[in-house]
């Protein structure tokens, strides 16, 4: 039987096995589904006998469904009760019955009544209209009662998946956290150790510049990792809603100046970093920390996944109340099918999975600008490269 006829069942157990009235319910199929304790001491049957079975294979005589009607408004009918264990002695019976749609499946349900002779058991029935419409509404009520049931259930379902899947998406995103935590602290750490280990070798004078070349690599690595766990906490500030800014007036080309200089650093061998032109009269409102930010990000990306002697351009487009910075690089590109993830937390697209890096420097800047009323997005085609643009409301242009 299907799963939602024993959902069925069990409220139907709930809700009618104590009532005094003789209550059948039987499918389209013609199973018996459920009887009530009043049913089967009035059938003389053990409790369960007739689940699941056709009503046609326990009645002798007559059929259930042949005095269906078209409409499903309640009518009677007498059906005759073979007693197979006491000595197949009749039961004459009157059944009022209505034909129901629960979930998409049509069910009939039989309220049964000793009977007295056919004729005089109909002369009874029009006498007792009143009788009849009380025992419609309280199947009626029935109905209602297992249905309301039934929509709670779902619902309670409904929010037991969505925090199974709630969890499960954050033990994923726990497993990916130590596996990134381990692998990018374990390079530097080691650097560090082998660092600390040649610089006490070297006790003269005449080594001090190669004790400051390992305690400069010291720094630098110290540096790195204090940088990934600032990451880490900025996820953290974004998340709970506790991040803090500081809106200010200031020129545009003085944080692209600094972001630049720092950029070149880091370059690759012939890599050009291109600036954008006619800048020297913006002037935006923003909080500068956060754009510094947000632009170092998107240019060390594009000289992290660009090749050497490539072209990183900037430019800056003015539309509406918004400025517009765009980060176009030659690069390897991001792969189609992984460019919704791109945003997401520690997400690494394939491509990129043995250059290091921690995959939440996107989903930092994405947080930051859309507490800030400003956004990110990009085009990409892999081995073509990529463009990545923001847009921040700025104040005016001098």
């Known amino acids: 039987m299907k799963k939602n006829k024993t959902d069925l069942q069990n409220l139907l157990e709930v809700l009618c096995r104590s009532l005094s009235e003789a209550i059948v319910f039987v499918n389209e199929e013609q199973e018996v589904i459920f009887s009530n304790d009043a049913a089967n001491s009035l059938l003389n049957i053990k409790d369960g006998e007739w689940s699941n079975q056709n009503i046609n294979l326990v009645i002798s005589e007559n059929d259930f469904l042949k005095a269906v009607p078209e409409t499903s408004e309640p009518c009677f009918i007498e059906i005759k ?44 029935n029009r006498k007792s209209e009143d009788q009849k419409e009380e025992g419609t509404s309280e199947l009626r009520q029935i109905i209602t009662e297992l249905k309301d049931e039934i929509l709670r259930r779902k619902e309670a379902e409904s929010k037991i998946k969505a925090a199974l899947d709630k969890e499960r998406e954050l033990n994923e995103l726990k497993t990916k956290f130590l596996s990134l935590v381990s692998h990018e602290f374990k390079t530097p750490l080691s650097v560090i150790l082998s660092s600390a280990s040649l610089a006490e070798k070297y006790t003269t004078t005449e080594q001090q510049d190669k004790r400051e070349k390992h305690l400069n690599n010291i720094k630098l690595k110290v540096r790195s990792l204090n940088n990934i766990l600032n990451d880490f906490l900025s996820i953290e500030r974004i998340q709970s809603g506790k991040s803090t800014y500081h809106l200010e007036d200031f020129p545009l080309s003085r944080v692209i100046n600094d972001v630049i200089y720092d950029a070149n650093m880091l370059s690759k061998k012939g890599q050009k970093i291109h600036y954008p032109e006619n800048i020297d009269g913006i002037v935006v409102h923003f909080d500068e920390k956060i754009l510094e930010l947000t632009l170092t990000n998107l240019i060390n990306n594009s000289i992290k996944y660009s090749p050497e002697n490539s072209n990183i351009t900037l430019s800056v487009e003015e539309k509406g109340e918004n400025l517009f910075i765009h980060v176009k690089d030659e690069g390897i590109g991001i792969p189609e099918k992984e460019q919704k993830f791109i945003f997401n937390p520690y ?22 600008l859309k507490n800030l009323n400003g956004q990110v997005s990009f085009v990409s085609k892999e081995g073509e490269g990529s463009i990545f643009s923001i847009s921040i409301p700025y104040k005016n242009k001098k």
Do not use: C, W
């Open 81 to 124: 009760i073979e007693d197979q264990e006491k000595n197949s002695k009749s039961i004459h019976l009157q059944a009022s019955f209505k034909q129901l749609e629960f979930q998409d499946e049509v069910y009939f349900m039989y309220k049964l009544d000793p009977s007295q002779p056919e004729k005089q058991a109909f002369e009874m």
């Open 347 to 368: 997400f690494r697209a394939e491509n990129v999975l043995l250059k290091q890096g921690t995959g939440i420097g996107l989903n930092i800047v994405k947080g930051h």
